[in-house]
């Protein structure tokens, strides 16, 4: 199920990745795609396939092949050395198919069906050796004899059997022309059960042939065979007959065969044709003959070639060359032979690909493309029913997700600080004769109603607007019993975590004494926060979705505080302490929309125990005027480090669990500056501007606030 041009010279060099080798039985009965239906409800993506190291000078990696069921890539990828290594690639996880530290190239080309048999050649000291991996073997050379140079292309679906090329004896002279000796370019089938390799007969006596693919059954060899003339595309049966497929049109020339169905009836590869400059892409089968496969623009198209087909040959993957374009162009031509440019990983998609392989339903396609930077990088791509679409870089995308994820920490605490911010809602209630008294002397008032609007600024991503009511009663002269009703909006979004809905706030308390009088005040209050949230994952990092979910959110706190009031002169200072309790919860939710990979979180809750110190300074500016300075510290004396965890179908993220992000601050200062002007009668306004630090963000939250109290 898969071909690549062989004499293709690469097209990029450098790609940035480290991935750590892990054993072949590790890594072959995982799969990349978990549900193959689910990623074809949305746009078509495309992941990228790393080195094995990104410090050397020269990194490139190439996807050259695929087992028939999607689940195990194979090709070749650079080492620290900058060496070509046979790889495997399942489950987000790039595997080292020969011995660590092997200064020799290799390539792994080709895959069974479930991908438990890859095959492809190292090289030693005389040349490419073909060559077998299985999860109980590892790497074994196939036996084609010590002096004959060989190479494995592919693998029946069932494992049995494996297609090459034997190259030459070491002895005679290399083969020169297409009518070279029959001890070169011999096209061979190698057996597992027996250990045996029969080669194939030529299309003329002494005439070279080159194995480039086989069927499922291991029945039918596909390839290029010397006719006498030129160099053709075959078919043949192992075993049995040899046919030339010919040319396109016949018109004069080479062909040649890169791919064969799983079923065996279809070829593809490439072909000269009439009044065409350089050789265009194929498929062939008894009914029709060799046709042409049109590219996708097929009036500036150079070259085109077809490199595999699907288990029954409608889909058929390959590149394309254009006179518009600087390189070769992945495409997927499908049943009725129209063309889909797979695209590449570049912004303004203007680089190259080359597709290797496909799957057997015809939705996976793999290669390598280019990226921004230039470097080459293998690609799995995966088909969708709606057509165009995003190209997903696998690594960004596994980066992007955990970093949403341990966000989603950092984001619970924006709804942590609404319900703090309740929690410290309260009104001082007029006490007669009292300095700062807003009622007539002497006369106390036991009801008292303030509305106020506030809203908080934090640079690194918040924004809250709230508008709440406060009321409170005195219960006696030194007590008062009061509550908190607020609607609000936040709008959030960190590096990897954004947040957006309205919530509900409310909150009550009971107070003792008078904070606005010399002596001891008290205060112990309990608030609840609810809010239906949007949460949408950032596409900070290239190549990304913006997978959205909405979710329920609430959080519950109650607090403790003392203070003690000194006079100094006409100022009232106050120290104070304060002991909360805050538990935040997010339901479980699963993102929706068009995203190929939609994440599914479980239910998340974070808690945290906050001590906090104090001074609140008022300072009588006139008769009618208070301003209040209020500015301390807060910690943590306990903060829950609960896992963020869940699913998704993302290879190598089935399910995942990730920290938060370490704390900005562990100790967050804060600070308030209020004017109070009292307009008599029992009615005064309040103004206030404040800044405050929070444990996940650098730079500090601004936060304003406009009140109207009303004492009765």
Request: charged content about 15%.
């Amino acid at each position: 199920m898969k071909k690549t041009l062989k004499d293709r010279a690469p097209e990029s060099s450098t790609l940035s990745f480290t991935v750590k080798a892990l054993p072949i039985a590790a890594i072959l009965g995982l799969t990349i795609v978990a549900n193959t239906s689910q990623a074809q409800t949305a746009m078509p993506t495309m992941e990228v396939i790393p080195t094995f190291d990104d410090s050397a000078f020269f990194t490139q990696s190439d996807a050259l092949g695929i087992s028939g069921d999607g689940s195990v890539v194979v090709g070749a990828a650079t080492d620290a050395a900058a060496g070509r290594i046979a790889f495997s690639f399942a489950g987000g996880t790039l595997t080292n198919l020969v011995p660590l530290g092997s200064a020799n190239p290799s390539a792994a080309l080709g895959a069974s069906f479930d991908g438990s048999v890859i095959a492809g050649y190292q090289f030693n000291s005389m040349g490419p050796i073909a060559t077998y991996w299985t999860q109980a073997t590892g790497a074994v050379a196939i036996p084609t004899g010590p002096t004959i140079y060989s190479r494995a292309e592919d693998v029946s679906g069932d494992g049995t059997r494996i297609v090459g090329t034997l190259f030459g004896d070491g002895v005679s002279p290399p083969p020169v022309g297409p009518t070279a000796p029959a001890a070169y370019d011999r096209a061979f089938v190698w057996t597992h059960a027996t250990n045996t390799i029969v080669t194939l007969t030529g299309l003329i006596p002494g005439g070279a042939t080159l194995g480039n693919d086989i069927s499922n059954d291991g029945a039918i060899v596909v390839g290029r065979a010397d006719n006498g003339t030129a160099n053709h595309a075959f078919r043949a049966v192992v075993g049995g007959a040899i046919s030339d497929l010919g040319t396109i049109g016949g018109a004069a020339g080479s062909s040649e065969a890169n791919g064969v169905s799983g079923d065996g009836l279809v070829v593809v590869g490439q072909s000269v044709a009439p009044a065409a400059t350089g050789q265009r892409a194929f498929r062939w089968s008894a009914g029709t003959a060799m046709v042409q496969l049109n590219s996708t623009d097929e009036a500036n198209v150079t070259f085109s070639l077809a490199n595999a087909a699907s288990e029954d040959g409608s889909y058929v993957a390959g590149a394309a060359r254009y006179s518009t374009t600087p390189g070769y162009r992945a495409i997927r031509w499908d049943g009725a032979g129209v063309a889909t440019d797979l695209g590449d990983f570049t912004t303004n998609n203007d680089g190259t690909s080359f597709a290797s392989g496909i799957s057997a339903d015809g939705s996976i396609v793999v290669g390598n493309a280019s990226n921004d930077a230039g470097n080459i990088r293998g690609f799995i791509w995966r088909d969708a029913v709606q057509p165009g679409g995003t190209m997903l870089d696998h690594i960004n995308t596994l980066t992007q997700v955990a970093n949403n994820a341990a966000e989603q920490a950092a984001g619970a605490l924006y709804l942590d600080k609404i319900v703090q911010f309740t929690l410290g809602q309260s009104l001082e209630l007029p006490v007669g004769g009292a300095d700062g008294d807003r009622s007539k002397a002497g006369i106390g008032r036991p009801y008292s109603l303030r509305i106020a609007a506030g809203a908080a600024n934090n640079p690194d991503g918040n924004n809250t607007a709230v508008a709440g009511l406060t009321a409170a009663m005195a219960l006696n002269d030194n007590m008062s019993f009061g509550g908190h009703l607020g609607l609000g909006k936040d709008d959030g979004d960190l590096a990897g975590f954004g947040i957006d809905g309205t919530f509900q706030t409310f909150g009550a308390y009971l107070q003792g004494g008078h904070p606005s009088t010399e002596g001891l005040n008290w205060k112990v209050a309990a608030a609840q926060t609810s809010a239906q949230v949007e949460i949408t994952r950032s596409t900070a990092l290239a190549n990304t979705e913006r997978g959205t979910g909405t979710t329920d959110m609430s959080a519950r706190a109650a607090s403790v505080e003392m203070g003690y009031a000194m006079r100094r002169g006409s100022a009232l200072i106050t120290p104070f302490m304060r002991v909360a309790r805050s538990s935040v919860q997010r339901d479980g939710y699963s993102e929706t929309g068009s995203v190929a990979f939609p994440v599914t979180y479980n239910d998340y809750e974070v808690n945290a125990t906050l001590a906090t110190l104090g001074t609140d300074v008022r300072l009588p500016v006139s008769d009618a005027g208070v301003v209040r300075l209020t500015a301390g510290v807060e910690w943590d004396l306990s903060r829950s480090t609960d896992a963020v965890t869940g699913t998704s179908a993302i290879p190598g993220m089935t399910s995942f669990a990730i920290a938060a992000p370490t704390l900005e601050h562990e100790e967050r200062l804060f600070a308030e500056a209020r004017y109070t002007h009292s307009l008599g009668n029992g009615r005064s306004y309040d103004l206030g501007v404040g800044l405050q630090q929070t444990a996940y963000a650098e730079k500090p939250s601004l936060t304003a606030s406009i009140g109207y109290q009303m004492d009765f």
